[in-house]
């Protein structure tokens, strides 16, 4: 890492790009690429994502920039005491570091020991530093040195700059490590809480928390699809699916079935026009996305029971959010297909036919056929008590 660096930093935060930084401080785009890419390597951390043709900053990346724009004021301040442009000076940090604490220590020898380096290889440092900034910065002397004034205004901006550096690195191999540790567990988007997948979830989180304190589980919830994509990209080293079926070289356990209901408003399923069919073909249907196993089942359903002109007719609307799903089924005269425990808890008036054991949603838990991942599967299920 360089002190010019913070600079390309906060530049493409301030200009929204790379290609704009470059030209405001007047260097190749390749370079302020490469900056950027050493400070987020050493932080741990995306500090930018793309947002059409600019570069904006991801929110881990807005809450640092304030400690990256002060480290890149202390480097303008240094380049300022070289006398020289502040786009083309650079110090190493590890140099301008152990300039620091040569002159907290008052002696090369003594910093040497400190850092554990050779004493010539830290004298040599501190000459190549003295000739970056084009002036001596140290009076040596047979015991010890001391500063020079322009010694004491390199060691003040430098200071400042390595305690915030301390910092945020400290902090990035804080969250390298936890995030070592960290086990994560994809799954489908629970409907509600009252639904098994949101109980089980929880009561797997409160577990695991207490027996396994010092190995985080992170856990996120997206569709189906998603989720057997990030087990192939390594996003994920679990995903609990609602899928019949998962491709090889995925291996899996099924840990429940759900069964399934046609969910719309009471009034729908009262007399003659109640029926299954009926209901299909005159009410406005709401669906998960194509990404759900929830989905797949919803398709089965009314191409088992609608011929393909009155599939052509009917109405479809693609929603992944239940409180969204439940407010058309009551205010606005749709049905849906549902698990029955996402919605018999609910002060609602609700009716709803119960689809056969073939409809049944089957929950499992899948991996990758890595010891790992084999073995976080084992600790997942036996916290499940499956």
């Known amino acids: ?176 490590r936890r995030a070592e540790a960290t086990g994560r567990l994809g799954s489908i988007i629970p409907l509600g809480p009252e639904s098994s997948i949101a109980k089980s979830l929880a009561a797997l989180a409160a577990r695991w928390m207490s027996e396994r304190p010092a190995h985080p589980l992170f856990i996120s919830s997206t569709t189906a699809e998603d989720l057997l994509n990030g087990l192939q990209r390594g996003i994920y080293d679990l995903a609990l699916l609602d899928v019949d079926h998962v491709s090889e070289p995925l291996e899996r356990r099924v840990i429940a079935r759900t069964g399934l209901a046609l969910v719309g408003h009471e009034a729908l399923f009262s007399g003659p026009s109640g029926k299954l069919e009926t209901i299909l073909k005159e009410q406005p249907i709401v669906v998960p996305s194509l990404r759900s196993g929830l989905r797949q089942k919803a398709t089965t359903l009314i191409a088992a029971h609608l011929s393909d002109s009155e599939r052509d007719a009917m109405h479809l609307l693609e929603v992944d959010s239940l409180p969204v799903i439940v407010n058309l089924l009551l205010e606005h005269g749709f049905v849906a297909v549902l698990p029955r425990s996402a919605f018999m808890t609910m002060k609602a008036p609700l009716g709803a036919i119960a689809l056969g054991p073939a409809y049944d949603l089957t929950l499992s838990l899948a991996w990758l056929p890595r010891p790992a991942s084999r073995r976080l599967a084992e600790r997942v299920l036996a916290m499940l008590a499956l």
């Open 1 to 176: 890492m360089d002190s010019w660096s913070f600079i390309a930093v906060e530049r493409v935060f301030r200009a929204g790009g790379i290609r704009a930084a470059a030209r405001a401080l007047g260097r190749p785009a390749a370079n302020v690429a490469a900056a950027v890419e050493r400070v987020e390597s050493a932080l741990a951390q995306n500090l930018f994502r793309a947002a059409g043709q600019r570069l904006v900053a991801t929110l881990e990346g807005r809450r640092l920039m304030p400690d990256i724009a002060r480290c890149a004021d202390a480097a303008r301040d240094l380049a300022a005491l070289s006398r020289q442009d502040p786009t083309r000076f650079s110090v190493s940090l590890p140099a301008l570091f152990r300039f620091c604490e040569v002159a907290r220590s008052g002696s090369i020898r003594k910093a040497a020991m400190t850092i554990r380096i050779g004493q010539p290889q830290l004298s040599r440092q501190m000459s190549s530093l003295e000739k970056a900034f084009g002036r001596p910065l140290l009076a040596r002397a047979p015991d010890g040195i001391t500063l020079l004034p322009d010694g004491t205004d390199v060691l003040a901006h430098a200071e400042v700059m390595e305690a915030i550096w301390r910092r945020l690195t400290r902090t990035a191999g804080h969250q390298f």
